[in-house]
């Protein structure tokens, strides 16, 4: 019989050898009878390898490959990484949705997409800003104070930043009465702050303030003056008296900063509901034909007057063209040469019209381009010259009627003021500058 290999059971108990040596079937491995304690040596027990031992495992290099795959781990920076993203304002969102277009209509998919997860982040941003941390452990609110430069428009439609307050309405609770006269009866001053504005700061004011401003203070001191009038002691003399009586300067800042935080609300609500703001929600970005560098060429939203029937618009929210920069306002004539060039070889006329009024509630103004037969646009500056002299009222403070081809538009009507334009091809055209919004129809002109 071959040899048999013991398995673990029998390595540890050698039974089957004993009894083939042992024929008399006794355990040899037990202690006789015979010998001395100290001469006879149990054998230790057996150990097993499996439960109590374990064996000394030496550290196994690892191979090329899987080194290389750990150091690439280990270089390879996180899927997620908590680097804030930095906040874009409402001109870099508008620029970021405008190069989105271009390569959405360029067919870039790679540039498309990153330009698209560039705006979400930089949306996310804005929309966790709110809710983050404060460094303290405590949550901020659901809105946090967004720090912003407050502007405020004058009568020419300039925009400029408000002053800081010079003292707190707080600390002027006291009405102090300023003399006017010096003991001679001469009048030396008429409010109280005379002696603390210099002739630059009047100048500053004077050109600052619009005419709804003095309006308005007017109107406050007229509603706290109420003396008794005479022949020589008028309503006027009472409200001039009663200016002159404290140094209201403060209270006008105030008042100052209260618009200004009035209209940057609603600045804010209406860039996020506009038509013609390539960041905005509500813009259709499927009627877009053509963008540029500052503008950019659209269909309307509404069923075209003609067909043909497009719109020049600026990216950037501005009210009237008036208001344009020199750059934006560049490129506007070049799209309007390239129209009428191109409706030109078609064997049609083009009319530009533009219509920007109510600049209260911020509107983003375009220039319409509208297509039409020769026969037509040869007798349409006899229409329009007729219907701007017989539009809105009978008396008028301004010329209903102003001729744009000497000038242009921008050298003939003034920045701030309500005005409809309309141009034939690339000869000037006419101007009414709108005195009553309500009397002027939204729709003139089409």
């Not at 064996?55 to 680097?83: G, I, T």
């Not at 063209?321 to 030109?344: A, H, I, N, P, S």
Request: aromatic share 8%; charged share 35%.
């Amino acid at each position: 019989r071959g040899f048999q290999r013991p398995d673990e059971d029998g390595a540890r108990n050698p039974s089957w050898t004993s009894r083939s040596n042992n024929h008399s079937g006794k355990d040899l491995s037990s202690k006789p009878s015979w010998m001395k304690k100290e001469f006879f040596k149990e054998p230790p027990p057996a150990r097993r390898d499996t439960e109590e031992t374990q064996p000394e495992v030496m550290p196994r290099k690892p191979s090329p490959a899987v080194s290389r795959e750990r150091s690439e781990e280990d270089a390879a920076p996180p899927e997620k990484q908590n680097v804030p993203a930095r906040l874009l304002s409402d001109t870099e969102l508008n620029a970021l949705g405008a190069k989105l277009i271009k390569a959405e209509m360029l067919g870039n998919k790679a540039l498309y997409e990153k330009l698209k997860a560039e705006i979400e982040e930089a949306r996310k941003a804005r929309q966790s800003v709110g809710a983050s941390a404060c460094p303290d452990g405590s949550q901020r609110g659901s809105r946090k104070e967004e720090v912003v430069v407050l502007m405020k428009t004058d009568s020419r439609g300039f925009s400029h930043p408000l002053a800081e307050p010079e003292q707190d309405v707080s600390q002027q609770r006291r009405k102090t009465k300023m003399a006017t006269h010096n003991k001679d009866g001469d009048r030396v001053r008429y409010f109280a702050d005379d002696d603390r504005l210099s002739l630059k700061n009047m100048f500053e004011r004077e050109k600052l303030t619009t005419a709804e401003d003095q309006n308005a203070e007017f109107a406050r001191l007229a509603g706290k003056a109420r003396p008794s009038t005479s022949q020589d002691y008028d309503f006027d003399d009472a409200a001039l008296d009663k200016a002159a009586e404290h140094d209201s300067s403060a209270k006008q800042d105030a008042r100052d900063r209260w618009k200004a935080i009035q209209e940057h609300k609603q600045m804010s609500k209406a860039l996020d509901k506009c038509r013609y703001c390539l960041e905005s929600s509500e813009m259709k970005k499927h009627l877009i034909i053509a963008i540029g560098i500052r503008t950019y060429l659209c269909l309307p939203a509404h069923q075209s007057l003609t067909d043909g029937h497009c719109l020049v618009v600026p990216q950037a929210h501005v009210a009237a063209g008036t208001l344009l920069d020199e750059d934006v306002w560049l490129e506007v004539q070049v799209f309007r040469k390239g129209l009428t060039r191109m409706f030109e070889d078609m064997g049609k006329d083009t009319v530009f019209m533009e219509t920007a009024v109510a600049f209260r509630h911020h509107p983003h103004t375009y220039l319409e381009c509208i297509p039409v037969p020769k026969e037509i646009g040869d007798m349409a500056p006899m229409y329009f010259k007729k219907a701007i002299l017989e539009c809105e009222s009978e008396w008028a403070q301004n010329r209903k009627l102003v001729d744009l081809s000497k000038k242009g538009l921008r050298n003939s009507i003034p920045k701030g003021l309500p005005y409809f334009s309309v141009d034939f091809g690339l000869q000037g055209g006419f101007a009414h500058v709108v005195e009553d919004e309500k009397d002027f129809p939204s729709y003139f002109g089409r």
